[in-house]
Each structure stands twice: as C-alpha cells, then as structure tokens.
C-alpha cells in the first residue's frame, strides 16, 4: 500500500525463504544471551529461515561481537548479521565503554560492508531488565535482520 499516489514504495518483506542469516552470541551474561538466542532462532525459523541457511557463533563478550561479525561478513555467504548480547551497568564506567563501543562498531561495520546487522545487544541497569528485554528484542532482531536483507535485495536488483 502506497502512502501516495504515483510515487512507488517498498513494501516491508519479512519472507525468510532462502536467506541466510549469521548470528554472533556473546556468552557474557549467559542466561540473557541465551534467552536471546532462543527467541531470535524460533523467530527466524518462523519467518521461513531453513535451519541449514543458518549459523550461530559465539565470543566471550560485547566487545567482541563486532569483528565476528566482521569476520562472517567478509566471507560473502550471509545476507544479514545479528548480535546478541547484554550488558548490564555495574559500579564502574565500563558499563558505557563496552555499551558504547560495542554499538559504534557494529554500526560502522554495517555501513562498511553494506550487510544488514540487527543490534540485539542489550544494555540495561539490572539482571531484570534484561530478563525481560531478552524475548521481545531476540525476536525483534530476528524481523529486523529479515526486512533489512530482503529491502536491500529489493534496492540492489532493481
């Protein structure tokens, strides 16, 4: 549905059929990450991702996302990326570095490559928050790494 008329407009596309999807886990805050994981995978594989168009890799933590997902996207096989992990602020200022750090990188690193990368990186104030956060953003990361690879499909192949 086109928001006026006689100008074209790209339909969201969340169709997981024959994508591939690279997701980089950190296992600092396991349960979280976990949690993550799991809603982002039952949402890929409900959006059509076939389990084998799928891989997982996992890193000691937030900082270390960013050059596994460099890594997965220099080998040309994904169609998008996401990073899952969570950060929760303790007493000291490295709550904002590796927060802060960690996002800048995965966006630059998706500008450089040009591959969708969905941050599910969680930064929060308590375990609780993440707990409750984990479900809704797995699954969030899950969409939004589907329409982004399936919109930039559309913008190339026009």
Do not use: W
């Not at 996207?73 to 950060?87: P, S, Y």
């Not at 200022?93 to 990186?121: K, W």
């Not at 375990?127 to 982004?148: F, H, L, S």
């Amino acid at each position: 549905m086109s928001r006026f008329d006689n100008v074209f407009e790209y339909d969201k596309n969340l169709d997981g059929n024959g994508l591939t999807v690279g997701v980089v886990m950190s296992r600092f805050n396991l349960p979280v990450c976990e949690g993550l994981l799991s809603a982002c995978v039952a949402e890929l594989k409900r959006l059509g991702v076939a389990d084998e168009d799928m891989a997982i890799a996992t890193c000691p933590g937030a900082l270390e996302i960013p050059l596994i997902l460099q890594t997965m996207a220099q080998t040309g096989e994904f169609d998008a990326l996401i990073a899952l992990g969570a950060v929760i602020r303790g007493d000291t200022y490295h709550f904002e570095v590796v927060s802060n750090d960690a996002c800048r990188a995965i966006m630059e690193l998706q500008l450089h490559t040009g591959i969708p990368i969905a941050n599910g990186i969680l930064t929060c104030d308590t375990d609780e928050q993440a707990e409750v956060r984990m479900q809704p953003k797995g699954t969030d990361c899950a969409q939004a790494a589907i329409e982004m690879a399936n919109l930039q499909k559309a913008l190339i192949n026009e």
